[in-house]
């Protein structure tokens, strides 16, 4: 069975520094693993996938994660928080097979304090 | 922006009252689902289809059931509404064709406050 734990419920940071968004995952297989991104009162919208290409992925708005399989981790970070980052964050593991059921973190929502 | 509609997008009823939430898509992708979004526990997933009248449960599907008669339109159907269904529900779509697997998109949402 697949799992997703994101370690931090809420991230505070100022403008202008790194932004870390932790995640680890548990899975059978190789999986896919995705970061979505949720703006108050939005629906979510994909920032990045790893589809077992290329370890480092890069996403929209600067946005980057790295898949390290020894760690089960699949961390997401930006050099440079700006205000418009301001949103709810949701690591999401997919196993292959099946239906393409998917499995969501429960979020971190990230504050950035001008 | 993938061309996904929920409708009503915001609903208020009475505990005891049938609720139907319809999804329409107009992708033709063959995976739809039927989350709820609650604080503290992310997306969880209540029903998905994989196909015309091919539908399964997931993982809080108590309370709830779907029809899917078309491939462009899932309907999420409370029976009996209770306050404990108060949520938003989001439905999104996936495709196993030209499109990288597993990757959903998501409508706008339904706001429910069952009262």
């Known amino acids: 069975a697949q799992s997703v734990t994101q370690l931090d419920s809420h991230v505070s940071v100022s403008e202008g520094t790194p932004v870390l968004l932790r995640c680890n995952y548990s899975s059978s297989y190789s999986p896919s693993l995705f970061w979505y991104v949720q703006h108050p009162n939005k629906g979510l919208q994909l920032l990045l996938k790893?589809?077992?290409?290329?370890?480092l992925v890069k996403g929209i708005n600067g946005f980057e994660a790295e898949f390290k399989k020894s760690e089960t981790s699949f961390h997401l970070t930006k050099p440079s928080a700006h205000m418009s980052d301001a949103a709810e964050y949701f690591c999401v593991v997919s196993d292959p097979g099946g239906y393409q059921k998917v499995t969501f973190g429960t979020g971190t929502k990230l504050q950035v304090i001008p | 922006d993938a061309g996904i509609t929920q409708s009503p997008r915001h609903k208020v009823t009475e505990t005891g009252t049938p609720v139907t939430l319809r999804c329409h898509q107009t992708?033709?992708?063959?995976?739809m689902y039927w989350y709820r979004q609650d604080p503290g526990h992310g997306l969880r997933l209540i029903h998905y289809s994989y196909g015309v009248k091919d539908t399964d449960k997931g993982e809080v599907s108590d309370g709830y059931s779907v029809s899917r008669s078309k491939t462009e339109d899932f309907l999420l159907t409370l029976e009996s509404a209770t306050s404990s269904q108060t949520s938003v529900y989001f439905c999104a779509i996936s495709d196993d064709g030209t499109g990288s697997p597993y990757e959903q998109y998501f409508g706008p949402g339904t706001r429910l406050t069952v009262t």
């Open positions: 992708e033709n992708h063959r995976y």
């Open positions: 790893y589809t077992s290409a290329a370890t």
